[in-house]
């Protein structure tokens, strides 16, 4: 865990010795903010972090039961997770 929590924490202010769930929920309030106040720089962030913008808006379209800000934060979770992966996978 603490590889995607250094990772998440470059772009965030998120410490990186924080929890996965109090993670998950620091993204909520984060992606909440930034649909209602800056959603140019929430497009940046995911575009930067390589959310598939597509799967996103079939989640957003599909999921019940969660905010749109839960489903945008655990997209970006899962994509932070499986950068971590790879770069586990190919690093010496």
């Known amino acids: ?3 995607l929590t250094k990772l998440v924490s470059k ?3 998120i410490p990186e010795d924080i929890s996965e769930s109090a ?3 620091a993204l909520v309030k984060t992606f909440e903010y930034l649909i209602e106040d800056d ?3 929430l497009l940046q ?3 930067r972090a390589d959310v598939d913008q ?3 808006k079939e989640l957003l ?3 019940e039961g969660k905010s749109s800000a839960e489903v945008i934060a ?3 979770i899962q994509r932070q997770i499986a950068k971590v992966a790879m770069w586990e996978k190919y690093s010496p």
């Open 1 to 3: 865990m603490s590889s």
């Open 11 to 13: 772009h965030f202010d």
């Open 23 to 25: 993670l998950r929920e």
């Open 39 to 41: 959603f140019n720089k």
């Open 45 to 47: 962030i995911l575009y």
């Open 54 to 56: 597509y799967r996103l």
């Open 61 to 63: 379209e599909n999921t």
């Open 74 to 76: 655990d997209a970006y």
